[in-house]
């Protein structure tokens, strides 16, 4: 195992994990820092170290973990209560669009996400800072479910990421953002049943374009999301 330390930070919006010193002090090259997204990526990342701020109360160093050891069957991570089948009536769901999108990926990214329920819409445009696509993705369905008061009303998540579904129900292998995945998860658990479904993108579904188009204009605005209300 490597002799790194890591601690919880944050970079502009999101929260990262930065190579630090022994005492904690992130390790400065050039004025750049080094950043992951997750510790199990393999990829890491160089930002102003002037974009990189500590998170209060957040003072445990982890050390690096190499190679991910914490999942060695994946099917045994995917909720029961999660399917990919179409249900054969949305009328008594919540019907979710979600999208996350990634300029020059890594870079800045955003996401969008269309909610809808018995006739209430909710629309959510939110930044997230330097970011890859699949970590929009992610973040978008992770949002989307953090904005559903109820539990037990089944929800059906259409998104047009074959990683996204692979990931989260079809026993795919993770290899990157680990702890974001765990996370999304854990939420999934918290619900009586739900559908998360794949469509084709840019294909003409209307509230499919209208989440692309949402997560397009978060990277455009920068606008964040700052204690949203519930959606029910």
Same mark, same amino acid.
């Given at each position: 195992?490597?002799?790194? @330390?890591?601690?919880?930070?944050?970079? @502009?919006?999101?929260?990262?994990?930065?190579?630090?010193?022994?005492? !904690?002090?992130? #390790?400065?090259?050039? !004025?750049?820092?080094?950043?992951?997204?997750?510790?199990?990526?393999?990829?890491?990342?160089?930002? /102003?170290?002037?974009?990189?701020?500590?998170?209060?109360?957040?003072?445990?160093?982890?050390?690096?973990? !190499?190679?991910?050891?914490?999942?060695?069957?994946?099917?045994?991570?995917?909720?029961?209560?999660? @399917?990919?089948?179409?249900? !054969?009536?949305?009328?008594?769901?919540?019907?979710?669009?979600?999208?996350?999108?990634?300029?020059?990926?890594?870079?800045?990214?955003?996401? &969008? +996400?269309?909610?809808?329920?018995?006739?209430? $819409?909710?629309?959510?445009?939110?930044?997230?800072?330097?970011?890859?696509?699949?970590?929009?993705?992610?973040?978008? +369905?992770?949002?989307?479910?953090?904005?559903?008061?109820?539990?037990?009303?089944?929800?059906?998540?259409?998104?047009?990421?074959?990683? +996204?579904?692979?990931?989260?129900?079809?026993?795919?292998?993770? $290899?990157?953002?680990?702890?974001?995945?765990?996370?999304?998860?854990?939420?999934?658990?918290?619900? @009586?049943?739900?559908?998360? /479904?794949?469509?084709?993108?840019?294909? &003409? #579904?209307?509230?499919?374009?209208?989440?692309?188009?949402?997560?397009?204009?978060?990277?455009?605005?920068?606008?964040?999301?700052?204690?949203?209300?519930?959606?029910?």
């Amino acid at each position: 195992m490597s002799n790194k @330390k890591w601690l919880k930070m944050r970079f @502009k919006k999101s929260r990262v994990w930065a190579l630090c010193n022994e005492q !904690g002090e992130p #390790v400065i090259t050039n !004025g750049n820092a080094t950043i992951k997204y997750d510790l199990l990526q393999t990829q890491a990342y160089s930002p /102003l170290f002037i974009n990189l701020t500590k998170i209060r109360g957040e003072t445990e160093l982890r050390d690096d973990p !190499g190679k991910d050891t914490r999942i060695k069957n994946n099917k045994a991570f995917i909720p029961s209560n999660i @399917k990919t089948k179409e249900p !054969g009536n949305t009328d008594d769901l919540i019907v979710v669009y979600t999208d996350g999108a990634s300029s020059n990926n890594p870079g800045p990214a955003g996401l &969008g +996400v269309v909610l809808m329920y018995k006739g209430k $819409r909710k629309e959510i445009s939110h930044y997230i800072g330097e970011a890859t696509n699949n970590i929009a993705e992610l973040m978008a +369905v992770k949002i989307a479910l953090e904005q559903i008061k109820p539990h037990d009303i089944p929800v059906v998540i259409y998104t047009d990421s074959a990683y +996204v579904q692979g990931i989260l129900a079809r026993a795919w292998k993770a $290899r990157q953002n680990i702890d974001l995945i765990e996370e999304i998860r854990d939420i999934i658990k918290k619900f @009586k049943l739900i559908y998360l /479904l794949k469509v084709k993108g840019h294909s &003409g #579904v209307k509230e499919n374009e209208e989440a692309d188009r949402l997560a397009c204009m978060a990277i455009e605005t920068k606008k964040t999301l700052k204690n949203p209300d519930k959606y029910l």
